[in-house]
């Protein structure tokens, strides 16, 4: 009988090393986090307790309105750089899809490139304002 036409029997006993290592982490991290709260300082004074935030001293309220800009750009970006990821399905099968695949894709292209002169005459990306 040829290797191929052999077959793997999904039993317990092919799970044992994965239960084993899942086991072994979970009494490990278990472990540190137990330790270091046992046998690390214990010191809370004043400075430890205030709120810190990235080294920036707190000032005014956290609730005040921010510009729009910073979210549009990251909304763009997402928007245009999915767009890039459904070109790899493109790339890979482009022998197989022909002239309807690659017209499909320059449909595509156009479409986003349109939305790309209409943000940009929008002026959806202009900083200075």
Same mark, same amino acid.
């Given at each position: 009988?040829?290797?191929? /036409?052999?077959?793997?029997?999904?039993?317990?006993?092919?799970?044992?090393?994965?239960?084993?290592?899942?086991?072994?982490?979970?009494?490990? %991290? $278990?472990?540190?986090?137990?330790?270091?709260?046992?046998?690390? #300082?214990? =010191?809370?004074?004043a400075d430890?307790?205030?709120?810190?935030?990235?080294?920036?001293?707190?000032?005014?309220? $956290? =609730?005040? #309105?921010?510009? %729009?800009?910073? /979210?549009?750009?990251a909304i763009? !970006?997402?928007?245009?750089?999915?767009?890039?990821? /459904? !070109?790899? #399905?493109?790339?890979?099968?482009? =022998?197989?899809?022909?002239?309807?695949?690659?017209? $499909?894709?320059?449909? /595509?292209?156009?479409?986003?490139? $349109?939305g790309f %002169?209409?943000? !940009?005459?929008?002026?959806?990306?202009?900083?200075?304002?």
């Amino acid at each position: 009988m040829p290797i191929y /036409f052999l077959q793997i029997v999904n039993s317990a006993e092919n799970y044992l090393p994965i239960v084993l290592q899942v086991i072994f982490s979970l009494g490990l %991290i $278990a472990t540190m986090i137990l330790g270091s709260d046992l046998l690390g #300082p214990k =010191r809370k004074t004043a400075d430890k307790l205030q709120n810190f935030e990235s080294g920036i001293e707190i000032r005014g309220n $956290a =609730r005040q #309105p921010m510009a %729009i800009k910073y /979210f549009l750009v990251a909304i763009l !970006f997402v928007l245009f750089d999915v767009e890039v990821i /459904f !070109f790899y #399905p493109y790339a890979v099968n482009f =022998r197989d899809l022909g002239w309807e695949g690659f017209m $499909a894709v320059l449909l /595509f292209v156009g479409l986003f490139l $349109a939305g790309f %002169i209409y943000i !940009f005459k929008k002026g959806a990306l202009k900083w200075e304002e």
